[in-house]
């Protein structure tokens, strides 16, 4: 017979007044092993007042109350309960079962408007205040929390272990606290393993990884007393830590401590471990790790799927979650996100659309997370429609999905419907934000929409939660540079208060585009003296502004800048601009000689500057060569190589050789992408 068929059952006996409380007892014992539901929590209710005994009997009353706190479903039948249970059974009993559920479970703000009145009633219990301050942690509330601190040294409890426990947890929140965390626990006489992990777990949250890996070590030594042993939430803080600060000869080195202890055999570590491996892309050492697991949770398969989306792996994800099922083992968001993930590493829309269609088959209710990543991944695909779709079917009035279409129109080239989202965001009083603003600046800079640029940096100035935003200024500085209005460019990058690699790039980039080459060099002059280190992308501005504006020596020096003063290992894009100076100079002997010796092998761009080049600067036997060249590598040769050798034989007058290329071409249905402006005319 069924929970249910029990209980059922059990609501429908008329005991006696010795049978009466055995019943309502046995309902309660029950319904602690399932979980219970608003009608449940109602019945039981129902028959403790139809019997008498939430009058009569306390237990029955902190049965109830506890019941009703034990999720969050039920939560709100808390209060009229426990106003009641105030009257019929002790406040030393009552309000640590309030506050545990309150601080601990659902509703930590409810803490706080309770908390006045905890002070004039309850004595002074140290459970009560330790779950005062871990509602205060959770919502990282530090004013409220000193406050209670300052209640708990006024009263005398600061010798209470687990409330300092707590204290050290709640100032941990902050990095501009951890120092109050530190003087707490140097101050206690009497460490716990719990006292060493809250302060473990404060310092790594707070990227201090090294202090407490140090911790750690002290305690492995003895420092706190032989009884204080790292144990498996140590482990978990740490092996998680290795993977926020990237320390993966840590991270192994603490698996090698996990097998000599034993402590590898705990889920909790197995699942960090894992994480760990497949962040560094060592997916068999993650595989070997959960297939010898003797006991998997729901995290352990999560934890693998999300390996296996995070790598590419979209096969085994989809294998794993059908295993998963087949073994009965529950599924949650993280689940299905992971699996959709996974079906978009390919980039594979049949895989999404499968992905799609089980969670609509299993009657999941696509929530904002599920629905915003699913926008994101259909946009991914190329399948716009299908976000959108996705996207009216979640809009909840919720910034993120606006935000996650905005970033999809975007990202397949639908600039102007993106730009049109603003003004139904505006209309319907949402308020946007700084991946809002980020997305639609995007479109306005790939669209040369240079009017709605104005409007959005108009709105961002007006808004103070969005005025002092570096990447928003950035961002517009980009845009007005691409747009060709380098004057409003340099209006945003001169007021910005504090200006970083990005800014100084993006400025220099800006001038590159818009053929100003000298400004560009004063510009880096300016962002040296600052004392602002340059990056890969501000000497490639530096080098296509040289190339643009003639300055061959110039961009000679500043390539070897690059290379042997900061150290900046040149990609091909590099390359390209200095090889693209040298040819159109004219000095196409070192431009091929650059060439030859370059440790990347060229593109086909780089190819077609340089018999261009010929071209122009009529050395024809080069350029003969350089196509001979071209055409024997075909995986390089292309459509817009094609054309420029058409045009190279047209100006040596091979017109056989023309019309050879224009029938391969023609052949072959090559097409080149023509070429297009993509700046609105602003005065329109």
């Known amino acids: 017979m069924t929970k249910t068929r029990h209980f059922s059952n059990l609501m429908n006996l008329r005991p006696s007044s010795h049978l009466q409380k055995l019943t309502s007892l046995l309902l309660l014992l029950l319904h602690h092993h399932q979980k219970p539901t608003i009608s449940s929590v109602l019945q039981i209710q129902a028959q403790l007042t139809t019997t008498g005994l939430l009058s009569s009997d306390p237990s029955c009353i902190l049965s109830l109350l506890n019941l009703s706190l034990s999720t969050p479903s039920t939560l709100h039948l808390a209060a009229p309960i426990f106003t009641f249970a105030r009257t019929k059974a002790p406040n030393r009993l009552t309000w640590p079962l309030m506050l545990r559920g309150l601080g601990l479970r659902a509703d930590p703000l409810k803490v706080f408007s309770l908390f006045s009145a905890v002070q004039r009633v309850i004595p002074n219990d140290p459970f009560v205040y330790a779950s005062l301050l871990k509602g205060c942690a959770r919502l990282s509330a530090l004013r409220e929390g000193k406050s209670v601190h300052c209640r708990v040294l006024r009263i005398g409890l600061d010798w209470n272990v687990n409330l300092v426990n707590s204290l050290i947890s709640l100032y941990s929140c902050s990095r501009f606290l951890i120092g109050y965390a530190r003087v707490l626990f140097d101050g206690m006489s009497d460490k716990s393993v719990v006292t060493v992990n809250s302060m473990v777990s404060g310092l790594v949250k707070n990227k201090l990884f090294d202090d407490g890996l140090g911790l750690f070590k002290r305690a492995l030594a003895g420092v706190f007393g032989g009884a204080v042993k790292p144990n498996y939430v140590t482990l978990v803080v740490l092996v998680s830590g290795c993977v926020e600060v990237g320390r993966f000869g840590v991270g192994k080195s603490l698996h090698c401590y996990c097998c000599k202890t034993g402590l590898g055999f705990a889920v909790e570590v197995c699942n960090a471990l894992i994480d760990l491996y497949s962040k560094f892309a060592c997916m068999d050492e993650s595989s070997v790790l959960f297939d010898e697991m003797a006991?998997?949770?729901?995290?352990?398969?999560?934890?693998?799927?999300?390996?296996?989306?995070?790598?590419?792996?979209?096969?085994?994800?989809?294998?794993?979650?059908?295993e998963m099922r087949a073994r009965d083992v529950g599924f949650d968001r993280v689940s299905l996100i992971s699996l959709i993930l996974a079906a978009s590493s390919d980039v594979d829309l049949h895989m999404v659309k499968m992905a799609h269609g089980f969670i609509k088959a299993i009657g999941i209710e696509i929530t904002l997370q599920i629905g915003t990543a699913l926008i994101n991944i259909y946009a991914k695909c190329g399948s716009i429609d299908s976000a959108r779709k996705i996207f009216t079917e979640i809009d909840d009035g919720h910034i993120v999905s606006w935000n996650s279409m905005i970033h999809a129109y975007v990202g397949c080239g639908h600039d102007n419907e993106a730009l049109e989202l603003f003004s139904q965001i505006k209309s319907r009083n949402l308020k946007p934000d700084e991946v809002?603003?980020?997305?639609?600046?995007?479109?306005?800079?790939?669209?040369?929409?240079?009017?709605?640029?104005?409007?959005?940096?108009?709105?961002?100035?007006?808004?103070?939660?969005?005025?002092q935003s570096g990447i928003l200024h950035n961002a517009l500085i980009d845009m007005y540079a691409k747009c060709g209005d380098m004057t409003q460019a340099k209006v945003v990058f001169d007021k910005m208060p504090k200006k970083d690699v990005v800014s100084w790039t993006s400025i220099i980039v800006g001038h590159a585009v818009n053929g100003q080459g000298e400004e560009a060099l004063v510009a880096f002059r300016r962002m040296e003296a600052e004392k602002v280190e340059?990056?890969?992308?501000?000497?490639?501005?530096?080098?296509?502004?040289?190339?643009?504006?003639?300055?061959?020596e110039e961009g000679k020096r500043f390539y070897d800048t690059m290379c042997n003063f900061y150290h900046i290992w040149p990609r091909i894009e590099h390359y390209g601009c200095v090889v693209d100076m040298h040819a159109r100079s004219g000095r196409l002997e070192e431009a091929h000689k650059l060439v030859k010796s370059m440790p990347v092998e060229p593109n086909s761009v780089i190819w077609r500057m340089l018999v261009s080049a010929c071209k122009v600067h009529s050395n024809y036997d080069m350029g003969s060569n350089l196509i001979g060249e071209l055409t024997e590598r075909k995986a390089l040769y292309s459509a817009e190589n094609h054309v420029v050798s058409s045009n190279f034989y047209a100006e040596t007058g091979r017109w056989g050789?023309?019309?050879?290329e224009r029938s391969f071409m023609a052949a072959c249905k090559a097409t080149k992408i023509a070429g297009k402006s993509s700046i609105s005319n602003f005065s329109e």
């Open 295 to 322: 006991e998997r949770d729901l995290v352990s398969w999560n934890t693998m799927i999300s390996s296996c989306a995070l790598n590419g792996n979209c096969a085994g994800a989809f294998s794993l979650f059908k």
């Open 436 to 467: 809002t603003m980020l997305g639609l600046i995007l479109a306005c800079r790939n669209s040369g929409e240079l009017n709605h640029g104005v409007d959005i940096h108009s709105y961002i100035e007006s808004c103070s939660h969005l005025n």
């Open 534 to 552: 340059p990056n890969s992308i501000t000497f490639l501005g530096l080098l296509s502004a040289c190339d643009h504006a003639g300055l061959v």
């Open 657 to 660: 050789d023309v019309l050879n």
